[in-house]
């Protein structure tokens, strides 16, 4: 059963900076695309960056030129650098793979903006 954890999330002052990791296992994760979501309260989960087997990477147009999605696949790990953080950024986070046509997920990790 492969696994998804998160690390790195917590409070962030508005132009801060968090990085998030998730550890994989059981995965074949150099094959698999891979990246982050998040969700805010009253909202619907939304893809924020993702890269895939080739490591062609994609953002939502609200992160872009502040967040950074990168992947080191000898160590099954995958990265969200934020800067420039705001509070609309405020959200629980969460991993995302998906392999084989199977979905794989995080348990979510909470970053909160505030000052």
């Known amino acids: 059963q492969g696994q998804l954890v998160e690390s790195g999330g917590g409070l962030a002052q508005p132009g801060g900076s968090l990085r998030l990791s998730c550890q994989a296992s059981?995965?074949?994760?150099?094959?698999?695309?891979k990246g982050w979501y998040r969700q805010a309260p009253g909202k619907r989960r939304e893809l924020v960056a993702s890269?895939?087997?080739?490591?062609?990477?994609q953002y939502a147009d609200s992160v872009k030129g502040r967040f950074t999605v990168s992947t080191d696949n000898a160590k099954d790990t995958v990265y969200l650098q934020m800067n420039s953080l705001k509070s609309e950024d405020t959200a629980v986070y969460y991993c995302?793979?998906?392999?084989?046509?199977?979905?794989?997920w995080g348990q979510g990790t909470q970053v909160t903006v505030s000052s």
């Open positions: 995302w793979a998906t392999r084989a046509q199977r979905d794989y």
């Open positions: 059981n995965i074949i994760f150099r094959l698999a695309a």
């Open positions: 890269i895939g087997v080739t490591g062609y990477t």
